[in-house]
């Protein structure tokens, strides 16, 4: 593995910060792989300081701050690529990886001499503005402090009030992208989440309720926390669901709520519309731009440029600028998600969706802010038009099959009778289709909000928005008792 | 001494190294005590469509967890990839800073078992592949997949892995526990189409020790049949139905209560359980489950915890009695045994089964004795794959509503569901096994037979 370009070989990156003094030692690496035959080399390095907090009750029952480093280098060569990760940055280490990228696809260091690489960019460093964002985020005294907070503004909600958690999470993350292509940009990330939640317990009735919040870019998230705020709607909702009882299974209009609420677009839809799944051919929507897939009042978008959403990005994972990107117009599908390797697979042009979860995972065609956009009518009006179906307050997680069948929990749902909203019901599963789903989105209220969230998939764990307005689905399978 | 202290050809961790490491920075640091997890790893593997590769990739990891006790005796916890001594001295003032805050009503100490005798397990390492090999034996498998059926035209998710792990415990009092491990998975998820109809779907897994013993074989067989007997579906009725959990499925619903057995989750509030339930009659008197991670069967069995405990085979239910929890050092030193084999390592140490194992009593008998899988006449569901385990069980509550892939059989003849969901309660499901049969079958995630449940909710679509 010994190659006499790379001489120091226990010079270690790691004692550099990421920026333009990296740049002989990764056109180096980048060299030796277009060198080799490769159409593009593309290498991704990473450092992170993590931590995440847990009170319980009364007391911090969980500190862990994490630290980690790491690099993914990748190798096109055709429509083929190679990937390697590797947590040892030192040039012995990234050499390593480069190699078995190459040898993935056949290609051999130094065997090829007729390559063309012209050097990096100058650096695009989207990370400058951001510097301080680590010290000015709330160090451990401060975090602990707002979440027993939480847990004691719960307390003071209701004594039946039995588990009570509130969890702190901060992701920091410096990232350097560097391809043979020239391009070369830097940025540095902050994601925030807390969550609370809550199990009541009377006689022998339970109910769980949990809510979460996330943000990008915005070290004064924690300490912006309503807290008491958020104590309240989760007291609320787990004291509502407690005697509640079990929704009868059958077909019937449903009103799904705003903000998560758009985890069903996301999962049923928004997957389909990646280039990840046209290239398994597994989308059904695979030949249908400019084509109706949905009811004429949806129009959707995926973008990744709303301040401080939690999906918001300054560059991809490829280094590439976000955009607005219009999914469906109308009903009307006008374009997907893609990213690099689904550019060269598929001839979708690239839209700053390649996104991963961090060093170890190649980009793919990602979602990031994804949500259905404002209708004219007020949510009122949509559980008006209903003489007997059910209404989605909060919705749980789900699955999504590789063709669009899904299946959501309703973690808080009510009968609407007669226009009207009645008594809570638990238990509640929608199934469905995304293809069948989509035409039967009649209504769109004009409450548009967001809800933070994770979406995994090919490459890891992404932090994502989702959102809507209320919607009305005129007919879905509600599974139940 | 900037160097990886691992060695990224083979992925080696110097005990003896760390350990003076970890020692040289406590002393400087006034740390009372410390213990450390870490492990390397190094994997291939290989995604194809359509005879082609798709996705080829590689990885050289590394990972540590280190646990400090400050000099008031307060626990702090930090992990990194930063293998480096640089990287562990960070780590090190990481875990001292997080210290401060230690739970002091509930504090892990190092595990009595931490230097008693492992049991040896999974002690063959299998030999290295190229990355051409995997990828012609994906392409292959590929192939004989899609060729067994007109109607099966992609396998769109499909992977073959090949993975190389090493991890070790140790700790300031001399513990050192060590071991390496390797591990090969096959899994092919195929598409099949037929004209008029809408597309289903269908997989199966194989994990083994050695690539050259993986049953690749009976994962194309099985991936076929079960996509062949799905492509002619239709809605069923929602109602109560007589159930037949597969070995996979009931493993699945099972796994997804494991709460029920963990001493952590009792004592956090959120298993159906408390301290006081062992002796309890919670299923049918004639099933058995225990947790078996020296199972010889469990290609993915470590012989200790994150603690540095053994692992141990525990009976969890005998005869329908709830017999033992799961335990983390601090749980047991709660509950005044001993640890079991089953934690992580953190400051609040997490508590998790290896393998289940469910088996038939004896010493009862089924209340239907006639329902055998293989010559049943009556209408039944047959569930072979639960989904979307993550948002449809409530452990706390004991409640569940889950999608699933299963059949409808009726006189003996199967025909696939087109889209269900199943619902009900755990504790109720127990307690209406009708019928556990005597074949054990090996998943990769547990040993089990078929189990029959009456009178379970499903809701369909018809």
Same mark, same amino acid.
Request: charged share 25%; proline share 3%; with cysteine.
């Given at each position: ?481 | ?109 190092? *595990? ?59 700790? *300031? ?97 959120? *298993? ?55 335990? *983390? ?134």
């Amino acid at each position: 593995m010994t190659n006499t370009l790379l001489t120091k070989l226990n010079e270690n990156l790691l004692f550099h910060t990421f920026d333009e003094r990296l740049k002989p030692q990764i056109e180096e690496l980048l060299s030796l792989g277009k060198s080799a035959g490769a159409d593009l080399v593309e290498v991704f390095l990473e450092k992170s300081e993590n931590i995440s907090l847990l009170a319980e009750q009364d007391d911090i029952s969980n500190v862990s701050p994490s630290f980690g480093i790491g690099a993914g280098i990748r190798v096109f060569h055709g429509k083929k690529d190679g990937f390697v990760s590797t947590n040892d940055l030192s040039k012995a280490g990234l050499l390593f990886a480069l190699n078995q990228a190459l040898r993935m696809l056949g290609l051999t260091t130094g065997t090829k001499n007729n390559y063309k690489f012209v050097g990096l960019s100058d650096l695009k460093d989207f990370g400058k503005k951001k510097i301080d964002w680590l010290d000015n985020s709330p160090d451990l005294d401060e975090s602990t402090l707002k979440l027993l907070q939480a847990t004691k503004s719960l307390a003071n909600k209701n004594k039946n009030l039995q588990v009570r958690r509130a969890s702190y999470s901060r992701n920091w993350q410096e990232v350097l992208v560097a391809a043979s292509d020239g391009v070369f940009a830097r940025d540095i990330r902050l994601h925030q989440t807390v969550g609370i939640n809550v199990i009541a317990q009377q006689d022998k009735n339970r109910s769980s309720s949990a809510r979460r919040y996330g943000s990008s870019g915005n070290p004064d998230d924690l300490r912006n926390w309503e807290i008491e705020k958020s104590a309240y709607e989760l007291n609320e909702s787990a004291q509502r669901m407690l005697y509640a009882g079990y929704v009868d299974a059958g077909q019937m209009p449903v009103v799904l709520a705003n903000k998560f609420g758009g985890v069903i677009f996301h999962e049923a839809c928004g997957h389909l519309l990646e280039t990840t799944q046209l290239e398994r051919g597994t989308s059904p929507f695979n030949n249908s731009i400019n084509k109706q897939i949905a009811h004429k009042s949806v129009s959707a978008v995926d973008e990744g440029i709303s301040n401080h959403a939690f999906g918001s990005i300054s560059m991809d994972d490829e280094g590439m600028e976000p955009q607005n990107t219009l999914l469906i117009e109308n009903g009307i599908l006008k374009q997907f998600l893609s990213d690099r390797a689904g550019s060269l697979r598929t001839g979708h042009p690239r839209t700053g969706s390649g996104r991963r979860q961090n060093f170890s995972f190649a980009a793919a065609s990602r979602m990031r802010n994804t949500y259905i956009k404002q209708g004219n009518f007020s949510p009122e009006e949509l559980i008006k038009s209903i003489d007997d179906g059910l209404y989605c307050k909060s919705m749980g997680g789900g699955s999504v099959g590789p063709t669009g069948q899904f299946n959501f929990s309703v973690e808080e749902g009510y009968l609407i009778k007669n226009g009207k909203l009645d008594k809570p019901v638990k238990g509640a599963t929608l199934i469905g289709e995304a293809k069948e789903i989509l035409p039967r989105i009649s209504m769109c209220a004009n409450d548009l909000d967001l809800a933070a969230g994770f979406c995994g998939s090919v490459s890891g764990s992404v932090n994502v928005t989702v959102g809507q307005p209320h919607i009305k689905v005129d007919s879905i399978t509600v599974g139940g008792r | 001494m900037n160097k990886s202290l691992t060695n990224q050809k083979i992925g080696t961790l110097d005990a003896e190294v760390l350990n003076n490491l970890l020692e040289k920075y406590s002393k400087e640091l006034e740390i009372l005590k410390w213990d450390m997890g870490a492990s390397v790893s190094n994997d291939i593997s290989v995604q194809v469509q359509h005879g082609n590769a798709k996705q080829l990739k590689g990885s050289q990891r590394n990972s540590m967890t280190l646990r400090v006790w400050n000099k008031d005796n307060q626990v702090g916890v930090t992990s990194t990839s930063d293998i480096t001594s640089e990287g562990i001295k960070k780590a090190m003032r990481g875990a001292i800073e997080a210290s401060l805050f230690g739970n002091k009503k509930e504090s892990p100490e190092f *595990s009595p078992l931490a230097k008693t005798k492992l049991e040896e397990v999974n002690s063959q390492i299998s030999n290295t592949h190229t990355i051409d090999e995997l990828l012609n034996i994906l392409k292959n498998a590929e192939k004989d997949l899609i060729d067994t059926h007109q109607s099966i035209d992609s396998v769109p998710y499909n992977g073959l892995s090949e993975s190389y792990m090493e991890r070790i415990y140790i700790n *300031s009092e001399g513990a050192n526990r060590h071991m390496k491990l390797s591990q090969s998975s096959i899994y092919l998820y195929a598409k099949a189409e037929e004209k008029n109809k809408k597309p289903r779907s269908a997989g199966g897994i194989r994990i083994n020790s050695n690539l050259d013993k993986l049953d690749i074989l009976s994962c194309i067989n099985e991936t076929s049949d079960k996509l062949i007997s799905h492509l002619n579906y239709k809605a069923i009725e929602t109602n109560k139905y007589l159930i037949c959990f597969t070995p996979e499925a009931f493993l699945q619903l099972i796994n997804a209560f494991s709460s029920m057995f963990n001493a952590r989750s009792i004592i956090d509030g959120l *298993s159906l359980m408390n301290e006081r339930s062992i002796g309890n009659q919670i299923s049918v008197s004639n099933l058995n489950i225990s947790d078996e991670g020296l199972h010889p069967e469990n290609v993915g069995a470590f012989s200790f915890d994150g603690e540095g405990t053994p692992t141990q085979n525990i009976k969890l239910i005998s005869n329908g009695i709830l017999t033992n929890f799961l335990h *983390s050092e601090a749980t047991a030193r709660k509950f005044g045994v001993k640890p079991t084999g089953h934690a992580g390592l953190g400051a609040k140490v997490s508590v998790s089964p290896d393998w289940l194992v469910v088996s038939k009593s004896e010493s009862e008998m089924d209340k239907d004795e006639s329902l055998c899988i293989k010559n049943t006449l009556k209408e039944y569901i047959l569930i072979d794959e639960l989904s979307a385990i993550h948002s449809g069980v409530k452990p706390s509550q004991g409640s569940f509503s889950l999608p699933f892939d299963g059949w409808i059989v009726n006189d003996g003849k199967r025909t696939s569901i087109e889209a269900a969901t199943v619902a009900g309660d755990i504790l109720k499901v127990l307690k209406s096994i009708v019928k556990i049969e005597n074949e054990n079958i090996v998943t990769h995630q547990g040993i089990s037979p078929h189990v029959w449940v009456e009178n379970v909710s499903i809701t369909g679509e018809a």
